[in-house]
């Protein structure tokens, strides 16, 4: 009769005990996959940040173009007038 409490703290223990490697296991996969969300994070972070600078750079140079036609009613000139000269 007295080793039925025994059995029973030995059954919990061994519960217990599987539960917390099961806890420990799936905290670990977890961990790995957020430092792999975290990865792609950082990449698309650095991908948005050069898209920015192009779309600047892009609306930068079209500014430049619109704004020498309006205000300084300048052109590009026509093919046939565009030469190149050689250094050698």
Request: proline share 5%; glycine share 4%.
């Amino acid at each position: 009769m007295q080793s039925m409490p025994v059995f029973l703290l030995l059954f919990l223990i061994l519960v217990s005990a599987y539960s917390v490697v099961t806890v420990r296991h799936e905290n670990r996969l977890a961990f790995v996959r957020l430092q792999g969300l975290e990865e792609k994070r950082s990449h698309l972070q650095s991908e948005w940040g050069r898209l920015m600078l192009e779309r600047a750079t892009w609306s930068t140079q079209h500014n430049l173009a619109e704004d020498a036609e309006k205000r300084l009613g300048m052109s590009p000139p026509p093919y046939n007038r565009v030469f190149t000269v050689d250094r050698g």
